[in-house]
């Protein structure tokens, strides 16, 4: 066991009370005073305090947060984070549930003895399916299991993810795949430990020549080999066959459809089109937004 291994113990050993205490600074008589309210009211500590002016709910979402060792988002940062990641934002709604459950779904699939490794690329008939959206939200899902988790994007004719974290995208795949990338292009995402983002970089004007190249392969290979997740965002199917080639790289995909948008017959064309390149479809997710 590490020195932080122990650290993280000795946080989930404590109780709510303990560390709502001591990120307020509460004395003797305070804690009494919330101790005293939750006896007659029947509440937890943490809404006693909020209820009594001794602690805010934020307060209270901390230390669940170090005590579960589970990223929150407060108040205080909420501005700073996309409207679209839902499972930061609203980690107790229905579609965070949902993606919850597909994550689940997904990892049991992923899990077994003879799966080996892969990347897991999401992959969609069409522009506004969802893809990118649920992409963002498996990832961060991902890394809310612990572990490290990347978000690759690498749909090199509309990307997006940059903008959904809100990270650098200058230089990126793109760079990578190109033989121009100087520094670091896989970025930290401080609102959640363990989870980095690799940004689709520059748009080139030949980004299905660059997924095809092997250089994209050999990445996926070294990325899935030091990363717990890889998940791939990918250009729709309409824009050409970089989602096909790139899924075939990962080795896994998703095929996120729309509900009243996408036709049953497109659906099983690209099933059809990721099967034949050896990639092994996990499932299909609707979108009913």
Request: proline share 4%; with cysteine; net charge negative.
């Amino acid at each position: 066991m590490t020195s932080s291994d122990f650290q993280g113990t000795q946080v989930r050993d404590r109780s709510i009370g303990d560390l709502i205490r001591d990120a307020r600074n509460l004395n003797a008589a305070e804690v009494e005073q919330v101790l005293s309210y939750q006896r007659e009211h029947g509440v937890r500590f943490g809404e006693a305090a909020v209820l009594l002016g001794l602690a805010s709910p934020d307060d209270v979402l901390n230390a669940l947060a170090q005590q579960f060792h589970y990223p929150v988002v407060t108040s205080e940062n909420a501005g700073k984070i996309s409207a679209e990641l839902v499972t930061l934002l609203e980690p107790f709604s229905a579609r965070a549930e949902a993606i919850r459950a597909a994550r689940s779904q997904l990892m049991m699939r992923l899990n077994k003895p003879d799966a080996g490794r892969h990347g897991i690329a999401i992959v969609s008939p069409d522009t506004g399916d969802g893809k990118t959206y649920f992409a963002a939200n498996l990832a961060v899902s991902l890394a809310q299991l612990g572990g490290r988790t990347l978000l690759v994007d690498a749909d090199l004719r509309s990307p997006r993810q940059h903008e959904v974290f809100q990270v650098p995208n200058s230089a990126g795949l793109s760079s990578l795949l190109s033989g121009r990338a100087e520094n670091q292009v896989i970025q930290a995402v401080e609102s959640v430990p363990g989870l980095f983002v690799l940004p689709a970089g520059s748009l080139p004007p030949n980004p299905l020549e660059l997924i095809e190249r092997a250089a994209f392969g050999l990445l996926m290979r070294e990325l899935v080999a030091k990363f717990d997740h890889v998940v791939v965002d990918t250009a729709a199917v309409s824009h050409g066959a970089d989602a096909c080639v790139a899924a075939s790289r990962c080795g896994a995909a998703v095929l996120l459809a729309r509900k009243n948008q996408n036709t049953l017959v497109a659906l099983q064309e690209i099933a059809t089109a990721l099967s034949g390149g050896s990639t092994q479809v996990l499932g299909t997710v609707f979108n009913e937004q």
